[in-house]
């Protein structure tokens, strides 16, 4: 009873799924319009993966940390990734908290490094 219309791994009866839990396994991380979406490109015979998508602009991979890899990450659908695209996500996000960090403690350092100043700031030494 296997439609063609719908892949294989989506029938409740195919080995490779997990029964404990509904959509385990290779469903787990992609939402049922990437499923659609993959599952199409592969019936017509092109390769799995959007290849459009990284030709729209600065991959993530590439794009240095700061303020635009910020809110291209904060404004990115996850859903709507595929594994490899929600791969390159994280990794995107990982060197954002790492740059992130790196301010953090130069601005630590900054603090402690400059000499305290007396009660009354400024006016109390005249």
């Known amino acids: 009873m296997n439609n063609a219309s719908e892949p294989a791994f989506l029938n ?8 404990r839990e509904p959509g385990a396994g290779v469903l787990k991380a992609m ?4 499923v659609d979406f993959l599952f199409r490109r592969l019936v017509a015979g092109e390769p799995a993966e959007d290849l459009q998508w990284g030709e729209e602009g600065m ?8 303020a635009e890899l910020a809110r291209r990450l904060s404004e990115t659908d996850l859903d709507a ?14 060197r954002l908290a790492a740059w992130a960090e790196s301010l953090r403690e130069a601005a630590v350092g900054r603090y402690c490094s400059a000499p305290p100043t ?9």
């Open 31 to 34: 939402s049922p319009g990437v």
């Open 118 to 126: 007396p009660p009354g700031g400024a006016a109390a030494q005249a």
């Open 59 to 66: 991959a993530l991979e590439v794009q240095p940390p700061g």
């Open 12 to 19: 409740p009866e195919y080995p490779g799924r997990d029964r």
């Open 81 to 94: 990734l595929t594994p490899a695209e929600l791969f390159h996500y994280v990794r995107a996000a990982q």
